[in-house]
């Protein structure tokens, strides 16, 4: 019995181990995980045959409606109810598939119209555009009939990529479209684009210092001729991640990048003609100091608007390979600190050196890359075209600014290993205790949505949420803030979910816990509900502290009592009782008989939310009542309650034991002993097998060096050695000239001699050597069969003491003169004589 009690004491421990969560500063836990079957009864989901890739979401103003752009297919759905209320079918023509075919691209994933830019034009029009089949279109829908304008085709290009992978961005702000994406169809020439409305179209250079094979994420809109001192201008900024250009390394290095331009810039009069004068970009940084964690490849932006344009906020997702590790993280970064950051120093490109580094010389005048203000329209200059030729000079060739744009606290504000983090939003909400509060729902690679709670100096992970299966990457997601609601996109379907679900949580105690600023314990109705509307009298949350001491007991027993489970097992056989934890941050408490147990084992499995009770070999004293509490923060909750009862099996005499709460400190040393042999065991084991690896590959490495020089005497063969007959150098066999080395080595030539096995009948042959092996210690060689021309080019020496082949007198001169012979002293040991 011992041996058994000892394995299973041995896979408890390595379970144990292989379960430890991560420490906090890597990677916060979500308290609750809520598979895909937990969620059908409040997500509400949506797909058509035939119809994938639904990448493309926007919600009318109202929040009634939500726009899908798909592949060659366009939706209107009810929110609330994911009903389908209208379509449309925008296919590629089957002669734009074919153009698309011939031209290299895959048609089974590029030659089709992938709708990726879908916004409002205007209050009764959508304006649309999509790759069609690696032509990129654009053009408007109706939405009173939520038709298509067929007459009404654009071309696409620098509106839409080309390429369906390729990243895009874009939006409308007052009837303009501001673009970034490639230009052709080879997607060599990036571009950030200003077209339709009143003003001619507006494109950056085509220089790598502008942009330098960009991926663009997200851009964003930013109102900051707002009550403006200065009559500054509205800018629109983009996010997108590039190859520096700055670095002195020998290897590429991508960097995440936030550029600006602003709204009123027509450029220039002489130089930058219809480009921008007002291009600059700086170097977003997202790193983790303690790890040594540097995030350079940008996923998405969001931005969160203020009551003011200076509360702006900007939250990029950022992903990185830490050793075999992925590794996502999440930063947050104030406008101001990117408005600073295109006011300071610029970086420039030193001709002598060949480098980056700071300007440091004077700036001319007006400031490049400013936009317009009261001052510039003071001094004469009303307009961009305006501008003298040295500050557009200067604008063209220093877009880069010298000053990174930190993120809040220096610091990401989640660090998240073993996760692909793609899409991120986030929304405001106010606490009962008047706090606003920053909820973030971030979408992952595997169909995963987390829920966190910025709490400042932390983050809380509230839940995470499998709203995709079987996993896929979700490509976008969009927050209905007056409705509650988010939606989320993915291949193969849209998806609806409320931003909470309270009845989740079933008792005061678990409510509070929670920390989520949307739901709170009604005193009333004893039940977890949402917060909107409701009288905060009568609420009990406390989002900061998560303090449940606001909880009475008469509420905790709202939980209903637990009805006891009976175990019945045979003595000697290892007891194992669960306890199904309502939170992942909880801990298992057992209690025997109405007491603590001193000695326990909690083993956590591969969903974080099982622990289980051990009992190695159970006997008569362990039969009796077992109670699980779920213990979080100082709070219990009532878990589940076994009665065992432990018999004697047939043959087998109970065996007398110790009450397990007695065992106390015993247990524990005897696991940490049993842990640390088996750990030292396995290292023994390995650097045994690398040690015969290593000793392995020595011995290849001699033998395949070992020279064997064997001289023969200079006389006519012995009449036991029979040339081949059909050998036509049979005559030149034992030439000197043709196969003797200088230093009287032999050159054994493979296929131009065999020794005959003319032994007495019944006499077995000599063993077969290895190929390549090295001669051990011989005390007879025997030479033969000799390989004929057909071989592969090696002489195969036997060896053994057995008996004497007809080749034996000669065997025995070889042995004496190979005893005799001494190493050459210029002997080269990778030349073979053998």
């Not at 409606?65 to 209107?76: C, H, K, P, S």
Request: hydrophobic fraction near 40%.
């Amino acid at each position: 019995m011992a041996p058994r009690r000892l394995l299973a004491l041995a896979s408890l421990l390595a379970l144990a181990v292989a379960a430890t969560p991560p420490g906090s500063s890597w990677s916060a836990v979500p308290r609750k995980t809520v598979p895909y079957a937990e969620l059908k009864d409040v997500a509400k989901r949506f797909s058509q045959g035939g119809v994938s890739h639904y990448l493309t979401l926007t919600l009318d103003e109202a929040e009634t409606l939500l726009y899908v752009g798909a592949r060659e297919a366009v939706f209107a759905l009810a929110t609330g109810t994911v009903e389908l209320k209208a379509a449309i079918s925008w296919e590629a023509p089957t002669e734009k598939k074919a153009e698309c075919i011939q031209k290299g691209k895959n048609n089974q994933t590029d030659c089709f119209n992938y709708v990726r830019f879908l916004q409002s034009y205007n209050s009764s029009h959508l304006y649309a555009c999509g790759t069609y089949a690696f032509q990129p279109k654009c053009t408007y829908i109706e939405l009173s009939g939520f038709t298509l304008d067929q007459v009404a085709f654009e071309d696409g290009k620098g509106k839409c990529p080309y390429d369906p992978t390729k990243g895009h961005t874009g939006l409308i702000v007052d009837g303009e479209l501001y673009s970034a994406t490639f230009n052709n169809f080879l997607g060599t020439e990036p571009v950030i684009l200003r077209n339709l409305g009143p003003h001619y179209s507006m494109k950056t250079e085509y220089l790598t210092s502008w942009l330098n094979e960009p991926h663009f994420v997200a851009s964003a809109y930013v109102q900051e001729s707002a009550a403006s001192s200065t009559g500054d201008d509205d800018k629109v900024y983009f996010f997108f991640s590039e190859r520096a250009v700055e670095y002195d390394c020998y290897a590429e290095q991508v960097v995440a990048r936030v550029a600006r331009v602003c709204k009123g810039d027509v450029g220039g009069a002489r130089t930058l003609q219809k480009k921008w004068t007002t291009f600059l970009k700086a170097r977003l940084v997202c790193s983790a100091p303690e790890q040594q964690l540097h995030f350079n490849r940008l996923q998405a932006v969001f931005t969160l608007p203020g009551t003011d344009w200076q509360d702006t906020t900007f939250f990029g997702v950022f992903q990185a390979r830490w050793g075999d590790v992925d590794v996502s993280a999440i930063c947050r970064y104030h406008i101001l600190e990117v408005k600073k950051a295109f006011e300071g120093p610029y970086k420039e490109y030193r001709e002598q050196a060949q480098k980056w580094g700071r300007y440091s010389d004077e700036v001319p005048s007006p400031r490049p890359g400013a936009c317009i203000t009261d001052w510039h329209r003071q001094n004469g200059f009303a307009s961009s075209l305006e501008l003298p030729d040295n500050t557009l000079n200067f604008a063209k060739k220093h877009p880069l600014m010298d000053e990174s744009i930190l993120p809040h606290r220096g610091r990401p504000l989640l660090l998240k290993k073993d996760a692909n983090f793609t899409q991120l939003v986030v929304d405001r909400v106010s606490g009962l205790d008047g706090t606003i509060y920053e909820v973030l729902f971030i979408g992952t690679g595997d169909g995963w949505v987390h829920k966190a709670l910025n709490l400042g100096s932390r983050v809380h992970l509230v839940e995470e949420l499998q709203v995709f299966e079987p996993a896929q990457p979700v490509e976008s997601l969009v927050l209905a803030g007056r409705k509650k609601l988010l939606f989320a996109g993915s291949r193969f379907q849209v998806a609806q979910l409320p931003l909470a679900d309270c009845s989740r949580y079933q008792s005061c105690t678990d409510c509070v816990l929670a920390r989520d600023p949307y739901c709170a314990w009604s005193r009333n109705v004893s039940l977890c509900v949402r917060t909107d509307g409701l009288n905060g009298s009568q609420l009990v949350q406390d989002v900061l502290s998560s303090d449940t001491r606001a909880c009475t007991l008469p509420q905790v027993a709202k939980q209903g009592p637990i009805t006891p489970k009976n175990v019945t097992v045979v003595a000697g056989t290892d007891l194992v009782l669960t306890c199904r934890l309502g939170s992942n941050l909880a801990q298992a408490l057992w209690t025997f008989e109405g007491r603590a147990l001193v000695a326990q084992q909690a083993l956590v499995l591969q969903d974080a939310r099982l622990r289980a009770l051990v009992v190695p070999g159970a006997g008569a004293q362990h039969s009796g009542t077992y109670r699980c509490f779920s213990e979080e923060q100082g709070a219990r909750l009532g878990g589940e309650v076994y009665r065992v009862a432990v018999l004697a099996g047939s043959g087998v005499p109970l065996e007398t034991r110790a009450p397990l709460e007695s065992l106390g400190l015993v247990w524990v040393v005897a696991v940490c002993l049993g842990a640390l042999c088996l750990v030292l065991v396995l290292v023994v084991l390995s650097l045994w097998r690398r040690l015969r690896e290593e000793l392995g590959k020595g011995a290849k490495a001699i033998e395949s060096t070992l020279v064997y020089p064997i001289e023969l005497p200079k006389e006519p063969p012995s009449p036991r050695f029979v040339p081949s007959a059909a050998s036509d150098s049979d005559e030149k066999l034992w030439d000197p000239a043709s196969y003797y080395y200088s230093d009287g080595s032999l050159k054994i030539v493979p296929g131009h001699a065999a020794c005959r096995n003319g032994g007495p009948p019944g006499a077995t042959s000599p063993p077969t050597a290895i190929p390549g092996q090295p001669l051990h210690s011989p005390t007879r060689i025997h030479l033969g069969p000799l390989r004929g021309s057909s071989s592969n080019g090696y002489i195969r020496l036997a060896l053994g003491a057995e008996e004497r082949p007809p080749c034996a007198d000669l065997a025995e001169e070889l042995r004496r003169k190979l005893q005799q012979r001494q190493p050459l002293p210029d002997s080269n040991p990778e030349e073979s004589s053998v």
